[in-house]
């Protein structure tokens, strides 16, 4: 008899540490469960803090470049509050780093094309694999660089099919990966028009030709003193207009109208960056083109404002 009871009693005992173990462990999962939802909702709250925030950058540059515009004369150079280089605001919890560039700094490459026989898909082909060539050493980019950004902006050159939907073009892809980026000297946005007091050197002389050298040289240097009000100025300069390389394909211009913003958000350990592209020729200072990226290049240290010093086109 008390064997039995004895029995009885492990069995039972067995039964309770059974339960007990399946207890703990629904426990231990609903624990989990739980902390892998509020790890989920903390991630959501902060990639929804990152766009917001990112998103606050991106008008608060609209914001600098419609006040630049409406306090200063209608000429855009290097002295402008929003071509200082990057600017860091705190909002919140999130540091946002903008930087704003000129778009009117670039060669408008759509616009070249258009100076090229674009009913042509045949000469249209060779006249840019020329330019494929070429622009690599006339404007100091890496050729495999060159090829990779004319791919990602095909759409947007709107180039012909050539035959049987193939390519138009071919850029042979190359190993140096030397010179500057693509996109800082060529766009897709403006119709042409370059600023001669934003632009770099670079631009300048695949403006003027290697004849143009000692130009483009006094141009900076006159640009540095005091930018150029209009493009007559420019004209005015020795030799401007007989060196001049591509005559009708590019109009020179004192005021941008087209600019890219690129905002930086991060919060902790996260990490948001965002490109905008804005045009300055609408009130408003509407926004064509937004897109998410995984990285932007921030030069230099930047500088500390205010949400108000963007508001007043930049501090005193």
């Known amino acids: 008899m008390k064997g039995r009871t004895c029995r009885r009693s492990g069995f039972v005992l067995v039964v309770v540490l059974v339960m007990s173990c399946v207890l703990a462990l629904?426990?231990?999962q609903f624990a989990v469960s739980t902390l892998t939802d509020l790890e989920v909702s903390r991630a959501r709250a902060r990639a929804?803090?990152?766009?917001?925030?990112?998103?606050?950058?991106?008008?608060?540059?609209?914001?600098?470049?419609?006040?630049?515009?409406?306090?200063?004369?209608?000429?855009?150079?290097?002295?402008?509050?929003?071509?200082?280089?990057?600017m860091t605001v705190r909002l919140g919890e999130t540091t946002v780093t903008v930087t704003i560039r000129d778009e009117n700094a670039k060669i408008s490459l759509p616009h070249l094309m258009k100076s090229w026989d674009s009913?042509?898909?045949?000469?249209?082909?060779?006249?840019?694999?020329?330019?494929a060539r070429s622009a690599p050493r006339d404007l100091k980019v890496s050729a495999a660089a060159l090829r990779h950004w004319v791919v990602e902006n095909q759409y947007r050159l709107d180039l012909p099919p050539g035959p049987a939907g193939a390519?138009?073009?071919?850029?042979?892809?190359?190993?140096?990966t030397s010179g500057r980026r693509p996109q800082d000297v060529l766009t897709v946005w403006t119709d042409g028009e370059l600023n001669v007091n934003t632009a770099p050197p670079e631009c300048l002389e695949y403006l003027w030709g290697e004849r143009g050298e000692r130009l483009v040289r006094e141009l900076v240097r006159r640009r540095k003193r005091q930018p150029f009000i209009t493009?007559?100025?420019?004209?005015?300069?020795?030799?401007?207009?007989s060196a001049l390389r591509l005559p009708g394909s590019v109009r020179l211009t004192t005021t941008s109208s087209v600019f890219l913003i690129e905002v930086e958000a991060v919060a902790g350990p996260s990490r948001l960056c965002r490109q905008a592209v804005v045009s300055r020729a609408e009130p408003g200072v509407p926004v064509l083109y937004?897109?998410?990226?995984?990285d932007?290049?921030?030069?230099?240290?930047?500088?500390e404002m205010a949400p108000e010093d963007f508001l007043h086109g930049g501090a005193a």
Do not use: C, H, Y
């Open 26 to 28: 629904v426990v231990g």
């Open 48 to 86: 929804a803090q990152l766009r917001a925030a990112a998103d606050s950058g991106i008008e608060l540059a609209r914001a600098m470049l419609a006040a630049d515009l409406a306090r200063r004369p209608p000429v855009d150079s290097l002295r402008d509050a929003w071509a200082q280089g990057p």
């Open 119 to 131: 009913e042509n898909a045949a000469k249209l082909s060779r006249a840019f694999r020329m330019f």
């Open 167 to 176: 390519p138009l073009f071919r850029v042979e892809a190359s190993a140096d």
């Open 231 to 241: 493009a007559d100025e420019v004209f005015a300069l020795p030799g401007a207009s």
């Open 290 to 294: 937004r897109r998410t990226v995984g």
């Open 296 to 303: 932007v290049r921030v030069e230099g240290k930047a500088k």
